[in-house]
């Protein structure tokens, strides 16, 4: 299947929606991540579940609520390790920060994980071996031989030709797409934001968090390449390290973000030392 980390890429193509408030946007971002998130737990059962059309109304829906729950619980420690001006973007953005606290905008929240949800599941059935078109239709499952000159020697399928491509490219474009939206909201920032010292410590916890996360799945990752190589063996070190990668650096994220806030407020109510003379 597609990596978890570039299924939100199709978050932009309903940014009209957004705007209309139709769709939450919290709320589609997230069901486009959790019916992954029985791969992340290593619970086959869950994700079997998630994965399936009408888990989509009894597992994804309930999961993708709680979730959402934890977003709005965590944001603003998590943004407060933003370094700037990443961190005023996301503060000031009133469709990451309102709260679905009326009917219409609970709605919302539905739609968007149902949504989210609908387009992961799509995305799956052509790029992994038991999704629905691949079992449907031979093409899919189409094996093409790699020419000599590849890094890579082996077979490979349609599925998973097109796992790979689409993760790549999902990735690519959601980094566009989220420079774009830098560039939208491009303010000046005022004292002392501007200042580089300030926002120093942030950019060494972000440092810290994905080089972490991306050194820890790769012990448990190499094994999957084995001594001989090929594209098929690489794809699932790729899958395995991508889930290991995201599930890390959202654990560090998380509980990194609530010490460096709490801490950070308890520094600041501190009283100043007297002065003595």
Known sequence: MALTIAHPSIVPIFRSLVRKRVIDLPALCVGTIVPDLGEWTNRAALSDRAHSWS???????????????L???LRRP???????????????????????????AFASVLVGILLGSCCHLLWDSVTEANGHFV????????????????????TISTFLLLNLATSSLGILFALFAYRSWCQSRRVLLPHPYAARDFDRWRWYFWSVGLLVSTAQGIPSALPLLGRDPDIYRFSLFWHHWGTSFLASLVSFATIGSLIV???WGL?????PPLDKR
Request: proline share 11%.
């Open 135 to 154: 079992y449907s239709f031979h093409a899919f499952r189409k094996v093409y031989g790699l020419p000599a000159w590849a890094p890579l020697q082996g």
């Open 55 to 69: 888990g989509m109304v009894t597992t994804v829906l309930p999961l993708g609520i709680v979730l959402l729950f």
């Open 78 to 104: 998590l943004f407060f390790t933003f370094p700037n001006p990443h961190r005023q973007y996301f503060s000031d953005s009133r469709a990451l920060n309102r709260l679905p606290l009326y009917p219409g």
């Open 267 to 271: 520094k600041s109510r501190r009283p």
């Open 71 to 73: 977003y709005h619980l």
């Open 261 to 263: 806030y709490f801490a």
